[in-house]
């Protein structure tokens, strides 16, 4: 029987305990920091996501058989080299290969270099060159800063004045860091989530999914870490499929490959049906965080296995997916993404009648309470998204906390 160690405490990794949970391979798991969620399923472990050293010590002390990484700042911060430095088998991409997501220019560099449709950008380290840049070019402006922002790094400026403001957080105030910005012309249609587990040149896909990243309905208001996600998009054809999957996912796998730096986890493609078709506004290099949730519901078969598998370089085999479709809500504190607070009583999770992935909570004197931003997401599955979006908001109404909001419009794109 095997151990495994978790790393993260959000909702994507209380979904990939509950995913190697059902493995009839694996007998302990442990979670480090996790949440009171992933506490039900594995031993948290308090330390930080960040902690390399701290980690790799605990992983030999415990024999951890397999070690699958949640957040981009792990992987960022080099505990992929540093676990298979001491020989322990770990499911994630080295500090170089996760470049694809912490280093904005390098993914465009990437994509120019094989041929994987994007935007036209530049890149800019100065500010006053990247405003004369922009004032030259039609709003919106797409501006990213390069480097890893939680998701938050992405201004679209709808006009000068926003444009100069969020050039100034980031190359003037370095609200992210220090770091330079890629300038991006604007596209336009509908964005989906599609991951693949990627092994050097081998790509596995999964459903496709979407997240709805601003905060209230009518995708009104400030960009989050995503309120919440769904699969099953009708507006994505077989034949858009098998594009993103050949001509984006593939290439920017082997692509990875002859650049010296092999992808051995999961690549997040966060895509656009655009008029001219499919397009890359994204690579991260983990799972998505809503979409993880809605995703792993959805496989059939040992999720150790696979995580194994494509850790070790070994063939994966095909996978086998569910052919429902699931929906998840995220419940997120009051005033998220701003300023919110901690600590307010949450009931009813057990009532609920759906899979509900904690996302941001605690135990508090043997209390559930908030302790994130966004707190927790039900996810239910259903024949038909009409049915999985009627599961999933009667979950969230049997969820009880005094201070907490969602959106009540999720997958509207998909039930016009």
Sequence with gaps: MKTVLVIGGGGREHAIVDALARSPQVSRIYCAPGNAGTGEQAVNVPLKDTDV????AFALEHAVDLTVVGPEASLSAGIVDAFRAEG???????????????????????????????AAYRSFSD??????????????????????????????????????????????????????VVVEDYLEGPEFSF???????DVYPMPLSQDHKRAFDGDKGPNTGGMGAYTGLPFITAADREFAYQEIMCKAASGMVSEGCPLSGVLYGG?????????????????????????????QGDAFALFDAVASGSPVGPLEWSDEVTM????????YPGHYEKGFGISGIDAAGARVYHMGTA????????????????????RSLAEARKKVYEAVSRIQCDNLFYRSDIAHQALK
């Design 271 to 299: 895509l656009m049906k655009t008029a001219d078709g499919i397009k890359v506004i994204e690579f991260n290099a983990r799972f998505g965080d809503p979409e993880t949730e809605v995703v792993l519901p959805l496989l």
């Design 195 to 201: 991951m693949c587990f990627v092994c050097g040149d």
């Design 127 to 180: 500010y006053g060159e990247a405003v004369e840049y922009v004032s030259r070019r039609p709003f919106p402006a797409v501006l990213k800063y390069d480097g890893l922002a939680a998701g938050k790094g992405v201004v679209i400026a709808s006009d000068m004045q926003e444009a100069r403001e969020a050039l100034a957080s980031m190359l003037l105030d370095h609200s992210f860091g220090q770091g330079r």
């Design 328 to 335: 998840g809500v995220v419940l997120a504190s009051r005033g």
């Design 363 to 382: 135990l508090k004197d043997g209390r559930l309470v908030t302790n994130g931003g966004r707190v927790l997401m039900p996810v239910c599955k259903g």
């Design 88 to 118: 322990l088998r770990i499911f994630g991409h080295t500090a170089a290969a996760t470049r694809i997501e912490s280093s904005k220019e390098f993914a465009k560099q990437l994509m120019s270099k094989y041929g994987i449709p994007t």
């Design 53 to 56: 050293e701290g980690l790799k």
